[in-house]
Each structure stands twice: as structure tokens, then as C-alpha cells.
């Protein structure tokens, strides 16, 4: 249990950290929103991924020259398609707003990143037919349902405080958050493909916290490629943004935006660093509940760091109740997988 209860402390940390990346890049001021997830993303998708695996492998060219050129390019695929589920969450919280456009996409990465690896790998009739499978799946079902009341709190905060959601749209908000959730699943699809590179990072004696990093090269590689391409198609094209406008700023503005952009794109890397040590100490066979446990306390994380922010201040105790009672839900789905994962050792 020690190990399971480690998982799961690494997993919130990771969580947290995902949940509270974008508030130093909403501190940035003067620059268009590309060039400063642009910079951002320099540091979480290309910097210290490379940098990180670089440190660890005692022969970085060589470790990956010596992969299948399918495994390469296949997780690296899965990395793409991961950045297209990137591109297109902004999409889902202009016509669902943030709260609702977050829980539905949240929701639907979770259920296709968690079940989609261990269907394909045969191991379904573990889901349903072990008593650990079958809490695990309590355990998702759980978690959605936490996630939705989470996400109909948010909904309802958003109207309280704003009176409206400008470009609300349901039937086009819920497509989108759909394609969204499944795209995005593709960093959960990039772990299960990138597993021969984790095993050969184990079989190199690299602490098993930190073998799962150098698969982070590939996944990230390819999604900064599509987030790239689009931020500065965007800033090439689109009358209102300059690239050599935001550039053009005073050296302190430059400094400020480049330090609060990096620290995003720092504390972005930082979750999926601490999910490779939550995965570390989840049973082998109940590897599948990793993407379930950061999915669920991502939103979990997301609401304290709000209510941390006071950024529910002035909405009705009725609401605050649904959100509390959200998180006492999402609370309950981690102690069902947690006990899933008791119970399959």
C-alpha cells in the first residue's frame, strides 16, 4: 500500500501542477497569446524534455538510433495528436465556456486514455471480470461523475459572475469538447506505445522514477510540432498579431513576459515529470489507472486552486455546496482505485 499511497501523492503533485500552469502565462501582458504559448511551449515540449533525457542517457543519439524507426515515429505520431487535442481545447471553451468545456473534455480523455490501452492489449475481461477491475471501473464511473458536478459548478459560476457566456454554444461546444477529449488522449496512447523506450531506459539501470522521461522527447516533440506550426501560422497570417511587434516591447516587458511564459511552460513539463513517479509506484498490471488518477485530480486540483484564488467569491452557497460536494466525489473515485489496486496485489 505504501507504494500504491506514493503513486498517488506523485500523481496529485502532478496534477497540481497542471491545474495552476496557466496562471503565471494570464500574467502576461503586451504579447499576443500566441507568441507567449510559443515560449511556453519552447520550455515544456522542447527544452526540458530534451535537456532532462540528454542528463539521463549516457548515449542520447545512440538510445534512440538503436529504437525501430516505427516505435519512433508512431509515439511521436501519438504526440501529434495529443498537440491537435492542444489546439483545439480553445475552441471548446469559447462555445462551452472554461468550466464546462474542461469537464467534458477532461471526461472524455479520461474514459479514451484509460480504457483504450488496455482493450487493445486484450485485457478486458480483467476490467469486468476481477474484483480489482471492477472497482477500478467503479472508480472512472466515480470520477465522471465528480468531474460533472465539478464542471456544472464551474458552468453555473461563470454565469453568476458574468451574466452571460459570450459565443455559448452547446451542440457545437460538446462536438468540439469531443474531438477534443479524444485527441488529447493521444499522450496517454504516446505512454503505451513509448514502453519498449521506458524498458530500455530500466534495462540501462536509469532510476525507474525517471525512466518513462526519455519517451517525453518523442510525445512532445510531436505535439510542439502542431502547436508551433499553428501559433505561428496564426502570427504570419492574422492582421491583428506581429510576432515583431510583441518583440518589439522594452527589454523589462520582454523579461517579465519571457520569465511568466517560462514559468507555465516550466510548471507544464513538471506534470507529466511527476506522473512518470506516480506511474513508477502503480502496480505493472494495473498501469492503465495512471491516466484515470491524473485526469480526475486534474479537475480536482483545478477547483482548490480556484477556490484558492478566490475566484468563486460572490457566487451563491448553493453552488459552493455543488463544487464541494464535486470534490468529495472525485475524492471517493482515487480511494475506490486505490483500493482496485489493493486488491490487485
Given at each position: 500500500?505504501t ?9 496529485i ?5 497542471a ?11 503586451k ?20 535537456g ?6 549516457p ?5 534512440y538510433a ?10 511521436a ?6 498537440g491537435?487535442g492542444?489546439?483545439?481545447?480553445g ?9 464546462l ?13 484509460t480504457?483504450?490501452?488496455?482493450l ?15 472497482l ?11 468531474i ?15 451574466g452571460?457566456?459570450?459565443g455559448?454554444?452547446?451542440g ?14 493521444g499522450f496517454?496512447?504516446?505512454l503505451d ?24 522527447v ?8 502542431v ?9 504570419a ?29 516550466i ?32 479537475v ?38 486505490g ?7
Amino acid at each position: 500500500m505504501t507504494s500504491i499511497a506514493a503513486g498517488i501523492g506523485w500523481h496529485i503533485l502532478g496534477a497540481g501542477m497542471a491545474a495552476s500552469f496557466y496562471a503565471p502565462i494570464e500574467k502576461v501582458k503586451k504579447w499576443s497569446w500566441e507568441t507567449t504559448w510559443a515560449v511556453a511551449g519552447l520550455f515544456s515540449w522542447v527544452i526540458l524534455p530534451i535537456g532532462i533525457a540528454l542528463i539521463l542517457l549516457p548515449d542520447f543519439r545512440g538510445f534512440y538510433a538503436a529504437q525501430p524507426t516505427g516505435l519512433l515515429l508512431k509515439v511521436a505520431l501519438f504526440g501529434a495528436m495529443w498537440g491537435v487535442g492542444n489546439v483545439s481545447y480553445g475552441l471548446t471553451m469559447r462555445n462551452l465556456g472554461m468550466a464546462l468545456g474542461i469537464g467534458v473534455a477532461i471526461g472524455v480523455v479520461l474514459v479514451v486514455g484509460t480504457l483504450e490501452p488496455p482493450l487493445r492489449h486484450g485485457q478486458a475481461a480483467m476490467l469486468f471480470e476481477t474484483r480489482s477491475g471492477l472497482l477500478t471501473m467503479a472508480g472512472i464511473l466515480v470520477a465522471l461523475i465528480g468531474i460533472a458536478i465539478v464542471s456544472w459548478a464551474g458552468h453555473k459560476k461563470e454565469i453568476q459572475l458574468k451574466g452571460h457566456l459570450e459565443g455559448f454554444n452547446v451542440g457545437r461546444g460538446l462536438l468540439l469538447a469531443i474531438l477534443c477529449g479524444i485527441f488529447s488522449s493521444g499522450f496517454a496512447f504516446g505512454l503505451d506505445a513509448g514502453t519498449p523506450l521506458r524498458d530500455e531506459a530500466l534495462r540501462l539501470h536509469i532510476n525507474p522514477l525517471l525512466a518513462r522521461l526519455p519517451s517525453y522527447v518523442l510525445i512532445m516533440g510531436g505535439g510542439a510540432v502542431v502547436n508551433f506550426l499553428y501559433c505561428f501560422v496564426r502570427l504570419a497570417f492574422k492582421r491583428s498579431l506581429s510576432l515583431r511587434a510583441d518583440l518589439a516591447q522594452p527589454g523589462r516587458t520582454l523579461a517579465v513576459n519571457g520569465a511568466l511564459a517560462a514559468a507555465g511552460g516550466i510548471m507544464w513539463y513538471l506534470q507529466f515529470f511527476f506522473y512518470a513517479w506516480g506511474e513508477a509506484n502503480i502496480p505493472v498490471n494495473m498501469a492503465y489507472v495512471n491516466w484515470m488518477l491524473h485526469m480526475s485530480i486534474y479537475v480536482l486540483c483545478g477547483a482548490i486552486v480556484g477556490l484558492s484564488l478566490h475566484e468563486w467569491t460572490g457566487v451563491r452557497s448553493g453552488v459552493l455546496r455543488m463544487l464541494w460536494a464535486g470534490i468529495v466525489v472525485i475524492i471517493a473515485a482515487a480511494n475506490l482505485v486505490g483500493l482496485g489496486m489493493a486488491a490487485a496485489q
